[in-house]
Structure formats: C-alpha cells, structure tokens
C-alpha cells in the first residue's frame, strides 16, 4: 500500500520523522514523502538530521506569501500530486495550512487521511490566527485521529468524531526527542558552562507586533537584573521577529541572538538550560520530558496538560508576569524543583508504533 506522508514546516518533520523511519520498516508499505516545503532551511535541515529525503518537493515557499495564495497554490499543486501518486493513504501532522490544505485535496479526492497530533483545541476560532481553524478542518476530514493525550481525545469525542477513529498514541515529538537526546550532541555555541543558561525561542503569529516588543522588553530586564544568567535566543528569520529582537535585545551583554539552531544542537540547548522560556507548542511538549520549566509566552493553549501538571506555567506576552515568573525561578530552589519533575503529559517514546499498528491492521 502507498502511504504518502506529508511535511511542511519544521515541526512537521519533526514529529513526521519517527513515523516516516517506522513505517520504512514495514513490508506492506510503500512509503512516499512529499515536502510541501512551506519553510524551507528549517525543514531541510530536520529531514537531513533524520536521514528522510523527500519524494515529491513542492518548494511552495515565496517572500511574503499570504496564507490564502499558499492555498491556492498548494491545492492545485495537490491535485497533481494525487493523481500521480493515488496513495491509498496520506498523513499529515499538526496545524499548519499544508496540513489543512491537504486534508482538503485528499477529501475532494476520497482519499483517507491519518492526522497526526489530532484533537489539539484552543476552542477559540475567533482567534485570527490560523492554527486553530486548520486543525479543526483537518480533524473534520480525518478518516484516523492519532491523537496524543486523552484530552485531546475528549475534545474529538466533543466534537462528534466516532470513538473507533479515535486512538491515543502519545505524541510523535517525544519519540523524535529520545532518539535524538540519546546521541553525543553539541550547541556549537560558545557558552559559559559556570553560568545558568535561560533558554527563549519566540516567533507565533499572534505575538506579532506590540505583544512581541513586550516580550522583547521583558527579557532585557531580566537580562539587566541577572548579569550572571546567560541567556541565548535562536531567532527566527520573520522580519516581524528578528528586526525587533535585534533592536531591543542587541546590546544586552549576557543575551546571545543566533540563527535558528539545527534541531539536535537546539536539543542539546534544551537540555543544558536552566529555564525555558518560548511561545512554541513543540518546545512546551518537549521540555517537560526534559525536567525543564517553561513559561509560555501566551494566555491560552491548545496543550493544557502540562500546564495541569504544573510543569509549564503561561505568563502571556505581558512584561510583569514574565520578568515575576522568572526572577522566581531563577533565585527560588523549590518553586524551581517542583516545575522540573521531569513529567511528560506526551507521551513515553512508542507513539509511531502505535500509529503504525493502526495502518498495519487496517492494510495488510
Ligand atoms: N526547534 C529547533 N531549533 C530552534 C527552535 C526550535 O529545532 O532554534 C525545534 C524544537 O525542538 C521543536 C520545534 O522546533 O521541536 C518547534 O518549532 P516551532 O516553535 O517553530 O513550532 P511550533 O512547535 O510552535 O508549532
């Protein structure tokens, strides 16, 4: 059977990555990989570290493409793809508009889709932010929902998708972080390894503009208040975050702005840091598993778990929150300890087996 799986971002291939590897393994599927390639580098770089080279590359990436020609373009891309390919099932991971997009094309063309980290919910759709609505919509046309917590699972039941669809899986993320946490890796950055390192990665869409100068503000003082703290910031290349990181983090001392990090070096930065602090709905999953607290730069989140388990604490782009919630964990030894349980809501490592038994029983 022709499984095609489908990436378009970094976060993608990363929780793609061990489900594209099991399935490599299995005599009835003929596995195909198609790159919508929505970002570029930052997925390239991810399909190299895990050794996947994609089949079909659709290079969809333009300068300052809006969401809606990214549609556009990525349907009617689709519908070739398709037709070329007839898999008998794609998969796709996540909230992205090549994940909705192509829920879309292979419905049009009855073609069942596995969703990967299905159920996810903010229930906030008046949000104008997309990653809400293109979950649901891809959830509405899901023939399988491997969804990773009961809650998530709960949120499809609520929403009248049919039990039997529905399997718990754990998410793929924690699979992807074990094999790769287990290796010898390197930041190849020089820090001071005397000195705490507080770790920042910012880039959603909602904190675009006065939210991220917020945050921007919030770190400096932090940085000014704790001249013994190291603090490094992989920035991301959207101008609507580098210009302004750049413009009021550039001259702090003690914080370090970088190029976005290859995903094994920024594993390794994970797991050498002290505290996390980031708005990224992977890093909130994968630092729990790590023993790492994170403050989520947002006031909701579609991952309520861990922040349930009190490992992950949300302090929304706001400054008196951030620099409050931090300063704590920077000079209190037990509110630290207790979010740094090392609790995973995710997942224990095993979530694309089990997305693979589903395909396996269905299929051969
Ligand atoms: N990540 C990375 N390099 C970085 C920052 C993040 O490889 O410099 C990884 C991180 O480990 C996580 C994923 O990228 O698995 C998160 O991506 P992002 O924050 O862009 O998206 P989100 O998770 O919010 O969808």
Known sequence: KSVLCVVGTRPEAIKMAPVILALKNEPWAQVRVLATAQHR??????????????????????????????????????????????????????????????????????????????????????????????????????????????GSRQNLLREGMPDKDILVTGNTVIDALLMTAAKDLQIGIDLDPQKRLVLITSHRRENFGAPFREICRALQT??????????????????NVKDVAHEVLGDSPNIRLCEPLDYAPFVAAMKQAYLIISDSGGVQEEAPALGKPVLVLREETERPEAVEQGVVKLVGPNYERI??????????????????????PYGDGLASGRIVKTLREHFS
């Open 41 to 150: 580098n930052m997925l390239d770089q991810v399909l190299n570290f895990f050794g996947i080279t994609p089949d079909i590359d659709l290079d969809i990436m333009r300068p300052n493409q809006a969401l809606t020609t990214l549609t556009a373009r990525l349907l009617l891309e689709m519908d070739q793809v398709l037709l070329n390919e007839k898999p008998d099932v794609v998969l796709v991971q996540g909230d992205t508009t090549t994940v909705m997009t192509v829920a879309l094309a292979c419905f049009y063309h009855r073609i069942p889709i596995g969703h990967v980290e299905a159920g996810l919910r903010t229930w906030d759709m008046q949000n104008p932010f997309p990653e809400e609505a293109n979950r649901v919509i891809a959830g509405k046309l899901a023939r399988w929902h491997f969804a990773p917590t009961e």
């Open 222 to 239: 932090l940085a000014a208040n704790n001249p013994d703290v190291q603090f490094l910031y992989p920035v991301h290349p959207n101008p």
């Open 323 to 344: 620099v409050t919630e931090a300063q704590r964990l920077l000079d209190d030894e037990a509110a630290y300890r207790d979010m740094a349980r090392g609790i995973s």
